[in-house]
């Protein structure tokens, strides 16, 4: 229903432009990586293929944060937890696939549960041999602890900063458990060696394309899904409990349910980018359940303009870009250079990258529009 209202308005141009973007770039980006030869000035090299992919997960991360930070006023700094979680789902999925090719050649045991002498497969693995069982998954462990999470805290009427700090708290506590070798998922190395995704093998060239394109498009997707929300009467009220929540709750509205509602959604698209980005990195390890990747998702979305849909996009791509750069380059100033930005957008871009154009842009407008209209058959004077 959200949806339909949404197309019979029609997509803004912004993002009209955003989705032929991502469509583009999900076919021309594999196209030059397989039909082309290395030796071709337009190639683009397979291990570029698997950073680009990464970076656009880690733009559906920021989309997602967006959702519940932009447009419903909740500083999430623990969405890392429902991108590790859909990671997770995906790494156990992968790992099943390994069968007996495994170092113990174990054909039901993944290694890590030989070599922890672990006797039968835990119950909570059972079923990541089926795709199908892995992606619902993917979707239903992030979503439910969101939903959870959530209900708790959302009636229990917590906001501002003590909701941020137990966002965070509460991805610390997965990172804590992740270690633990009996929890059953690899301890501290997490899961890894994969070998097979849906019977192609992951390092293949053809498959490290395809998982390029699956990217962009979910990208695609998780935008048009974003902004038929905001786009709603629903958006409208999330904005609402954004803005002012206790006059929303005056005229009758639960905002615990608005925000509910815009916290699952938003950890199920955290989910999906954790989930596609575990097979093109190859790994998935308690690291990322780290309360510092949460904030620097916090930081890209800022950077690009958190309540502009477009901006986390910009923002993720932009620091992730120079972040690839930086560690190439000058390792050792990273932290300084993200610390710094931070500091720089909040006090100079408090919205963001896109929030100063479209500032800018706006501004322009407004000069047009007091410009007096030249008489009716007056001609211009040339300026001497």
Excluded at 89 to 94: E, S, W
Excluded at 267 to 296: R, T
């Amino acid at each position: 229903m959200i949806t339909q209202r949404f197309l019979s308005n029609g997509f803004s141009p912004r993002i009209q432009l955003t989705l032929l973007l991502l469509v583009a770039v999900a076919i021309l980006v594999p196209v030059l990586n397989l039909a082309l030869p290395a030796d071709n000035p337009f190639h683009v090299p397979t291990y570029l293929v698997a950073l680009f992919g990464k970076y656009l997960c880690y733009a559906l991360l920021a989309l997602a944060l967006d959702l519940v930070w932009g447009y419903c006023g909740i500083l999430s700094l623990g969405h890392g937890a429902f991108f590790s979680l859909g990671g997770y789902a995906m790494g156990m999925y992968l790992m099943r696939q390994i069968g007996s090719r495994g170092v113990y050649a174990n054909p039901i045991l993944p290694d890590f549960m030989v070599f922890l002498n672990y006797r039968e497969l835990p119950w909570f693995w059972l079923g990541f041999d089926h795709f199908w069982f892995a992606a619902l998954m993917v979707m239903a462990v992030p979503g439910l602890l969101a939903f959870v999470f959530g209900w708790f805290a959302f009636r229990s009427r917590v906001t501002g900063v003590y909701l941020s700090i137990i966002t965070q708290a509460m991805t610390y506590a997965l990172l804590l458990a992740f270690f633990r070798n009996d929890m059953g998922f690899g301890g501290n190395n997490g899961l890894t060696d994969f070998k097979d995704i849906v019977g192609f093998p992951v390092q293949a060239q053809t498959t490290r394309a395809t998982l390029f394109a699956l990217s962009a498009l979910a990208l695609a997707l998780g935008v048009v899904v974003t902004a038929a929300i905001v786009g709603s009467k629903y958006g409208k009220l999330m904005i609402a409990v954004r803005d002012a929540e206790p006059r929303t709750r005056f005229l009758g509205w639960r905002p615990e349910n608005v925000k509910l509602f815009a916290f699952t959604v938003s950890a199920v698209m955290a989910g999906i980018a954790g989930a596609l980005y575990v097979p093109q990195v190859g790994i998935i390890n308690p690291g990322e359940f780290a309360p510092a990747n949460s904030i620097e998702v916090v930081v890209w979305t800022a950077v690009g303009g958190r309540g502009t849909i477009i901006g986390p996009i910009i923002g993720a791509l932009l620091v992730n870009g120079a972040k690839s750069w930086f560690t190439g380059a000058l390792p050792e100033l990273w932290l300084f250079a993200l610390g710094g930005l931070f500091i720089f957008v909040t006090l100079f871009l408090p919205k963001g990258i896109l929030g100063l154009y479209d500032q800018w842009t706006g501004h322009r407008r407004r000069i047009r529009k007091q410009e007096p209209a030249p008489l009716p058959g007056a001609e211009v004077q040339p300026a001497e």
